[in-house]
Antibody
């Protein structure tokens, strides 16, 4: 059974940093593109970032480019999101998600339950 | 960036009725890269349809997807109470892999 378990969310001040983690199990982690998607309170889904199977290629939404970094450790089946220079508008539930099938151009077939990041003074 | 527009914003229908949800992409995208998700309150999204018309594992056949020109359509043929949710389309053909704003389906 595929499981994605996010951790690391919490309250942080504007300008601060936070690191999210996602522990994956139930599938061959190194064979799939992994993605972070966020959802601000009461709002829709926003695609944030994705990383290739090997970790050598990444994509980011313009809204987070230069502030958020996505990485993975295939030896530990872990996905991470380093969040720097946080803004109030980064407040959201952050979902870890797995691509369906190999390669970049696939939909998401499994989602974690999400971890809440609140940016507030 | 590919922008997805969904309509209507909210759909209020009775059980057994047919729901038709629309998603328009600009610029145009290949049908291979359009997916639909269902999200209920307090839950993560669930993949319903991928590649415009392919049902994901375990999805009932009352859910179907199609394409007409630049418009993509999710149809729920006979609404059931548990179909009350927000439905999102997503394009996965070009980064950023954007989502539409969602359509809320309410069951009367």
């Amino acid at each position: 059974e595929v499981q994605l378990l996010e951790s690391g969310g919490g309250l942080v001040q504007p300008g601060g940093s936070l690191r999210l983690s996602c522990a994956a199990s139930g599938f061959v982690f190194s064979s799939y593109v992994m993605t972070w998607v966020r959802q601000a309170p009461g709002k829709g889904l926003e695609w944030v970032a994705a990383i290739s199977e090997s970790g050598d290629s990444t994509y980011f939404a313009d809204s987070v480019k230069g502030r958020l970094t996505i990485s993975r450790d295939n030896s530990k089946n872990t996905l991470s999101l380093q969040m720097n220079s946080l803004r109030i508008e980064d407040t959201a539930v952050y979902f870890c998600a797995k691509g369906r099938g190999s390669g970049w151009y696939v939909p998401i077939d499994y989602w974690g339950q999400g971890t809440l990041v609140t940016v507030s003074s | 960036e590919i922008v997805l527009t969904q309509s209507p914003g909210t759909l209020s229908l009775s059980p057994g009725e047919r729901a038709t949800l629309s998603c328009r992409a600009g610029p145009r995208i290949s049908s291979s890269y359009l997916a639909w998700y269902q999200q209920k309150p307090g839950q993560p999204p669930r993949l319903l349809i991928y590649g415009t018309s392919n049902r994901a594992t375990g999805i009932p056949d009352r859910f179907s997807g199609s394409e007409s020109g630049t418009d993509f359509t999710l149809t729920i043929s006979r609404l059931e109470p548990e179909d009350s949710a927000v439905y999102y389309c997503q394009q996965c053909g070009s980064s950023p892999f954007t989502f539409g704003p969602g359509t809320k389906v309410e069951i009367k």
